[in-house]
């Protein structure tokens, strides 16, 4: 990586390493980049912890720490990773690298200047989440095949709202879709027949990192 990306810097919770969780990744060897901080509080957040705190570092020791472990894949996740306008630099010096990169980001920050190597897992926050009307529902148009909207669901009017939605914006059409369920809010197996039955053009997921260790982390 250049000189011109030391001086940088961002405010990271942690770098660690796992299987992916979620979305076409799943299972995948990957490095996760957590950075700190996020403008929203959805009312099922897993990731509080990294709301404040954390370190800062230069992007430079962050992409050593990536290098260390050996493996293509790397997440850059959060918290919410665009609220800070240096994680647009990390991604380009990622994917510059060659690694396979994917962005966890909410839907509420503008995707448009994200590098478009990287996969982008975008929320689309359904009302359960006490933060639907933070939707920036002009991140649709740019949403490609290589992106993936995710919607975590609480009940069956999440999921009503949900499948209004992708009607509405022909969301099939743009990229892939997944379904979650909310742990301990909604049973899976209710998820699971609703899709079925109504044939919906989704992927229902359920985290793999909970399923086998847990916790948020993976091991
Ligand atoms: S956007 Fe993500 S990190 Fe922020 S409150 Fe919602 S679930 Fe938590």
């Given at each position: 990586?250049?000189?011109?990306?030391?001086?940088?810097?961002?405010?990271?919770?942690?770098?660690?390493?796992?299987?992916?969780?979620e979305a076409?990744r799943m299972?995948?060897?990957?490095?996760?980049?957590r950075l700190t901080?996020c403008?929203?509080?959805?009312?099922?957040?897993?990731?509080?912890?990294?709301f404040?705190?954390?370190?800062?570092?230069?992007?430079?020791?962050?992409?050593?720490?990536?290098?260390?472990?050996g493996?293509?894949?790397?997440c850059?996740?959060?918290?919410?990773?665009?609220?800070?306008?240096?994680?647009?630099?990390?991604?380009?010096?990622?994917?510059?690298?060659?690694?396979?990169?994917?962005?966890?980001?909410?839907?509420?920050l503008?995707?448009?200047?994200v590098?478009?190597?990287?996969?982008?897992?975008?929320d689309?926050?359904?009302?359960?989440?006490?933060?639907?009307?933070?939707?920036?529902?002009?991140?649709?148009p740019?949403?490609?095949?290589r992106?993936?909207?995710?919607?975590v669901l609480?009940?069956?009017a999440?999921?009503?709202w949900?499948?209004?939605?992708?009607?509405?914006h022909?969301?099939?059409?743009?990229?892939?879709?997944?379904?979650?369920?909310?742990?301990?809010?909604?049973?899976p197996?209710?998820?699971?027949?609703?899709i079925?039955?109504?044939r919906?053009?989704?992927?229902?997921?359920?985290?793999l990192?909970k399923?086998?260790?847990?916790?948020?982390?993976?091991?």
């Open positions: 990586m250049g000189e011109s990306l030391e001086s940088p810097s961002l405010r990271v919770s942690e770098v660690f390493y796992s299987l992916q969780g076409s299972g995948l060897p990957s490095v996760f980049v901080g403008p929203l509080r959805c009312v099922w957040c897993d990731t509080g912890y990294a404040t705190g954390g370190q800062s570092m230069p992007l430079a020791t962050i992409f050593d720490r990536v290098s260390g472990y493996v293509r894949q790397v850059v996740t959060g918290g919410e990773p665009l609220a800070q306008k240096n994680c647009l630099l990390l991604l380009v010096s990622l994917c510059d690298a060659g690694y396979d990169v994917s962005l966890e980001t909410s839907g509420a503008d995707i448009a200047e590098d478009p190597r990287v996969s982008r897992i975008v689309l926050k359904a009302p359960g989440s006490g933060e639907s009307e933070r939707n920036r529902w002009s991140n649709i740019l949403l490609t095949p992106d993936e909207l995710k919607f609480t009940s069956r999440d999921y009503e949900a499948k209004q939605t992708i009607t509405g022909r969301l099939d059409q743009r990229c892939p879709i997944l379904f979650s369920p909310v742990q301990d809010a909604l049973d197996r209710d998820l699971a027949e609703w079925l039955a109504d919906l053009p989704v992927r229902f997921q359920l985290q990192h399923l086998l260790w847990g916790n948020i982390h993976g091991k």
